[in-house]
């Protein structure tokens, strides 16, 4: 039992979250990843687990430590994110993708530090596995929650996400907005359904973001079983 717990909406329920960034090797020393704190998924994890969860994290790199408490599986590249999502994807009640995923890796990993030679290098790219399409397009009653870090058209490209990618939930933001960001505590989200937008959550520390996100889900799960 987690004594820890304030609330009990997802007691019971089996939790996956993806926070961090995928760190996708060149050399043993170089590598090319995206810009992610892990803060919003961290405080997912984090309010998951006070709302009674089993949670498991898998997360790739952070600045912050991860929640203490919550189970925590570090990964390195997106490769390993998939590997390690799909292990515990099918116990899972709720999957929520937080991580900022690479979108493209290295063809050739060279397996000692690459030397300087010529005056220009070319390094070639391939498309990483789309891990939250992946478990979409297997799902068998898993409530999928999914991301999107936008500049414009926020509306139009989260809606294009959630269907291409089979999610119950996107939760959207708009990263050129004040307050929003990588290293800052605090967001802003929009949060749609297949049906459009359900609710935006105001400024405020990733922290309450977290929960009041975690609080629609459950009310989500609710609803579905009624
Ligand atoms: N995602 C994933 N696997 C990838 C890329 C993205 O699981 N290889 C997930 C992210 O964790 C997030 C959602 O897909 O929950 C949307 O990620 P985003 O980068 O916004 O969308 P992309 O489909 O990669 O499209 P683009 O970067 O071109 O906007
Ligand atoms: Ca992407």
Redesign the pocket.
Known sequence: ANWFARRNQLAGKKVIV?AGGTVERLDPVRYLTNDSSGKMGYAIAEAAYMMGADVTLISGRATIAPPAHVHTIQVES?EQMLEAVLEHFHQADIVV?????A?YRPVLQAKQKMKKTADQLTIELEK??????TIGEQKKGQFLV????ETNNVEQ?AMD?LRR?HCDLIVANDVSAEGVGFDVDTNVVQIYNAAGLVTTIPLMQKSSIATQLMEVVAACLTEKRR
Do not use: M
Request: net charge positive; hydrophobic share 50%.
């Open positions: 993806t997106a993708k937080a991580a900022a995923v979108d990483t596995t789309d891990i939250l399409q999914g991301f999107a870090a490209y996400k990618k």
